[in-house]
T-cell receptor, first 113, second 111 residues
């Protein structure tokens, strides 16, 4: 049973525009979320996190928004750059399982120059 | 230079053979994890360890075994009982309740 879902397998965006990647979760106990970027045949690279006590976290071009009532989070990349082309995974962790994270299936972002 | 290393980058397994994937970290992290990634799928947790000499099964532990004799090392053995071992294997580590950091991965192929 997939507890974290990324329903868009792929997304294409023009360079300079905003990329919005979405993620939904089903477990109301999730209180900490991560976004990772992954290139083929490499390990994921941590991008940004958010805890449930906040509804927004910003780091440079990357902003994550959390809507707890909708069990939804999104990653905004502004402006998008060709180097952002990769697969993006979101992950959530429930507070009662130590540090076990559940990952979504990923969204492949292509930024078109 | 702190980080997580995985070896080998590619590993070939023959029918009925056990193979071991190495994961080492020098980040002084207590927790370590093994994930499996299949094409078009997310990362699925195989095993994790919060502390030396202790580990727990993840969602897909069948056909795998681990040990945690040292804080820095968390090797994963893919046993002959794992009938579909071809995948990309990722090791991660973290401080308790904090962000996980990943190694570069090992691709396992069956001959």
């Amino acid at each position: 049973d997939q507890q974290v879902k990324q329903n868009s397998p792929s997304l294409s965006v023009q360079e300079g525009r905003i990329s919005i990647l979405n993620c939904d979760y089903t477990n109301s106990m999730f209180d900490y979320f991560l976004w990772y970027k992954k290139y083929p045949a490499e390990g994921p690279t941590f991008l940004i996190s958010i805890s449930s006590i906040k509804d927004k976290n910003e780091d440079g071009r990357f902003t994550v928004f959390l809507n707890k009532s909708a069990k939804h989070l999104s990653l905004h990349i502004v402006p998008s750059q060709p180097g952002d082309s990769a697969v993006y995974f979101c992950a959530g962790s429930p507070s009662n399982t130590g540090n076990q994270f559940y990952f979504g299936t990923g969204t492949s972002l292509t930024v078109i120059p | 230079d702190g980080g997580i290393t995985q070896s080998p980058k590619y590993l070939f397994r023959k029918e009925g053979q056990n193979v071991t994937l190495s994961c080492e970290q020098n980040l002084n992290h207590d927790a370590m994890y093994w994930y499996r990634q299949d094409p078009g799928q997310g990362l699925r947790l195989i095993y994790y360890s919060q502390i030396v000499n202790d580990f727990q099964k993840g969602d897909i532990a069948e056909g795998y075994s681990v040990s945690r004799e040292k804080k820095e090392s968390f090797p994963l053995t893919v046993t002959s009982a794992q009938k579909n071992p071809t995948a990309f294997y990722l090791c991660a580590s973290s401080k308790p309740m904090e962000t996980q950091y990943f190694g570069p991965g090992t691709r396992l192929l069956v001959l």
